[in-house]
């Protein structure tokens, strides 16, 4: 592994993207606060993304009209291993992919599923959990075959059957962007997010306004089309060792 950065750089890397996403949301027009920021945290320490949540929790206390930051992570096995020592300090979100027999121990630490993409899935988490529990439907819209996630033409219905299991609350929709160097076939891939999630609520599943798009690379992109969530890694804690 590669040096690991410091918590003065994790804070310079953390204000730099609180910049990007705020001009990204000025340039459409749209309200800066209304897009928040999720640390993709996959394969760091919970040592750094402490560090990382410092540096947020100093930022808001220079600026108290910035939103916490939230904490995701890929795999269930990760969720558990960091989550004794993050739970308290942050949102965590589940946005990898969930096997249905590790279901109990993500909803154990995550507040909130981004990845349901099947009815099978959503019915299990809904037998598990006790609590209400927020879930995003995954949509593969580039439709790349190593991509998870839902067609976009079943995204609507498997929304609604989601939305009507007990204790699941739909709060939007996510995905992975398409892999491309035409920012203007990756946009596409974020418009369509967009017009699905707002077909969703149209037709009554009104708590679905979340769109968790954008990462590193092309959260512009994404805010351009109405993210209200980008997830965050490499721009904050360096590239992952490969
Ligand atoms: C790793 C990851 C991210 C963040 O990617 P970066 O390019 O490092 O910002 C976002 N979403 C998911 C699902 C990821 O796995």
């Known amino acids: 592994m590669g040096d690991a950065p410091d918590r003065h750089t994790i804070a310079g890397r953390l204000a730099e993207v609180r910049r990007r996403v705020a001009a990204a949301a000025v340039t459409a027009g749209r309200d800066p606060a209304d897009v928040r920021i999720l640390l993709a945290t996959k394969t760091q320490p919970a040592e750094l993304v402490r560090a990382a949540l410092a540096a947020d929790r100093d930022a808001r206390a220079a600026d108290p009209a910035l939103a916490p930051v939230l904490v995701g992570e890929n795999r269930v096995q990760e969720l558990v291993a960091k989550g004794p020592e993050l739970a308290g ?11 249905s027999n590790k279901v109990n121990a993500a909803v154990r630490w ?20 006790t609590d209400a529990l927020d879930v995003y439907v995954q949509v593969n819209v580039s439709g790349e075959a190593t991509k998870h996630g839902v067609a976009p033409d079943d995204a ?87």
């Open 89 to 99: 300090l942050a949102g965590l979100h589940l946005i990898g992919p969930l096997q």
């Open 110 to 129: 995550a507040s909130c599923i981004e990845s349901v993409a099947t009815r099978e899935l959503a019915e299990r988490l809904s037998a598990r959990t």
């Open 156 to 242: 609507v219905a498997l929304a609604r059957s989601v939305a009507a299991l007990p204790r699941l609350r739909v709060a939007g929709l996510m995905t992975v962007g398409a892999r491309s160097d035409d920012p203007g076939a990756v946009r596409a891939g974020y418009a369509l997010l967009r017009s699905l999630r707002d077909e969703i609520v149209a037709a009554g599943t009104q708590t679905a306004t979340e769109l968790s798009m954008g990462m590193s690379g092309d959260l512009e992109l994404a805010i351009a089309e109405g993210a209200t969530l980008v997830r965050v890694g490499s721009a904050v804690f360096g590239a992952r060792p490969t």
